[in-house]
């Protein structure tokens, strides 16, 4: 099995981390999609970070799609997501908050390194970095309430990996110190094995 992606990518970097916990072996191929474009459309045309590819050839792409493929092949003991409703429900919710924050700190990143200074549209810019926030506000609030932090669940891995990658790129448009909950939880298990062994790189 291979996963191709570089870990700067949260996206990327959520699936390694869970694999790593699910206890499913793995190669990882770092391409770029942007810098080895050519060859990481040999592995998958459309290049999107990450591709995995299973030991049959079937290449799966989206992280969420990914971990959904693994969550219901895992044990129990193995699982990430809880599977009573309500707390699924919870989960779902607050990786949803996180998914948005992270979608909206690439938009922001692509905008202000993809595109020339000339055709950058500060109106998008001042959109993309209001959703951003505004996703932060209720994703620290909700892990601040939050009761269950004891377990490397996927509200763990994907709060800590999404919030490295934003204090990375957007320190100065996301203040850390605003969000001390999100903090916390990412001081916590940046340092956990699994996490690194798959650095933000
Ligand atoms: N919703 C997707 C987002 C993946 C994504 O946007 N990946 C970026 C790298 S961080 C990518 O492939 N960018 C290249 C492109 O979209 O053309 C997921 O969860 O996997």
């Known amino acids: ?26 190669e990882s191929q770092p391409l770029s999609v942007f810098s080895t474009f050519e060859a990481f459309s040999q592995q998958n045309p459309v290049v999107k970070a990450p591709t995995l590819v299973l030991d049959d050839g079937t ?21 990430m997501l809880p599977q009573p409703p309500q707390a699924l429900a919870e989960d779902l ?10 979608e909206k700190a690439v938009q922001h ?22 959703q951003l ?10 892990l ?7 377990k490397v669940d996927q509200v763990a891995i994907s709060s800590t990996v999404v919030w490295t990658f ?20 990412g001081d916590r298990f940046e340092s956990h094995a699994a996490f690194k062994r798959y650095p933000y790189a």
């Open 93 to 102: 919710r607050l990786l949803g908050l996180i998914l948005a924050a992270s």
């Open 59 to 79: 290449a799966l792409m989206d992280s969420t799609l990914i971990l959904h493929y693994f969550e219901s092949l895992a044990d129990p003991a193995h699982k």
């Open 144 to 150: 601040e309430k939050r009761q269950r932090h004891e």
């Open 133 to 142: 926030l505004a996703a932060c506000r209720e994703w620290d609030r909700t």
């Open 1 to 26: 099995m291979k996963l191709i992606g570089m870990m700067d990518s949260p996206y990327v970097r959520r699936v390694a981390v869970s694999l790593a916990l699910y206890g499913v072996e793995f």
């Open 109 to 130: 990143v692509y905008e202000h390194h993809l595109r020339p200074a000339e055709k950058q549209h500060q109106p998008w810019t001042e959109r993309v970095t209001r």
């Open 166 to 185: 934003i204090q990375q790129m957007l320190p100065e448009v996301v203040a850390a110190t605003e969000f001390p909950a999100i903090q916390r939880l």
